[in-house]
């Protein structure tokens, strides 16, 4: 069975430093991946896809950036973390548009201070 | 681009009550999944219904892909029912989804 780990659960950074946050896939080959941010306990937005190694697309200009240096690993990074990155972050995959089994990880919680 | 609008924006209800939580979407989609998220933030896939009705259990799922909206069913609620219930819809054909602001539920015992 496939399963997805997210880590780390919480994160408490200041401002100004690094972010590295990493996404992994066990039991499937080739999956879809996605990073979503949310903010206030309401309403994902996308930030990051990407549909194979080196393809990674953004959905929104920000201060943020995401590699795949493997096939299922997926990392949200950041070089100086800004007060308004602050919020829930969600690791996803699934084996493409058009069929079920959209997975969430169980997301990290970002506080920047 | 499309854009996926949920009612009620929140809805307390006693144990046991029954309730409909409605998902309306701007354009013509191919499907539509429902989420169910705990209080502790965890993302649970309820339903993968691009139309018709399905059911698990006390929870079952309507679309009307014609009419662009689509229904939860949650029956003799429980609180372990409470949480952020949110319908997504797929945008292009790389498998990303766009959310509702989703349904806050609280069931009281």
């Known amino acids: 069975s496939q399963t997805i780990h997210q880590w780390p659960a919480t994160l408490v950074q200041p401002v100004g430093s690094p972010l590295s946050l990493e996404c992994t896939v066990e039991g499937t080959s080739n999956p879809n991946l996605y990073w979503y941010r949310q903010a206030a306990g309401r309403g994902l937005q996308l930030l990051f896809y990407?549909?194979?190694?080196d393809q990674i697309s953004s959905e929104v200009p920000q201060n943020l950036s995401a590699s795949r240096p493997q096939d299922r690993q997926f990392i949200l990074s950041s070089k100086k973390l800004l007060l308004s990155d602050s919020g829930f972050y969600l690791c996803?995959?699934?084996w493409g548009t058009g069929v079920p089994g959209y997975t969430f990880g169980s997301g990290t919680r970002l506080t920047v201070v | 681009g499309i854009q996926v609008e949920q009612s009620p924006p929140d809805l307390i209800l006693q144990e046991g009550a029954n309730s409909t939580l409605r998902c309306n979407f701007s354009?013509?989609?191919?499907?539509l999944q429902w989420f169910h998220q705990n209080p502790w933030g965890q993302l649970i896939n309820l339903f993968y219904i691009p139309s018709g009705t399905k059911q698990n259990g006390r929870l079952s799922a309507t679309t009307v892909a014609t009419e662009r909206y689509s229904l939860l069913y949650i029956s003799s609620s429980q609180t372990t029912d409470s949480g952020v219930y949110f319908c997504?819809?797929?945008?292009?054909?790389?498998?990303?989804?766009?959310f509702g602001q989703g349904t806050t539920l609280q069931v009281k015992p």
């Open positions: 990407s549909i194979g190694i």
């Open positions: 354009d013509s989609v191919n499907n």
């Open positions: 997504a819809v797929p945008s292009g054909n790389t498998g990303k989804l766009i």
């Open positions: 996803a995959w699934t």
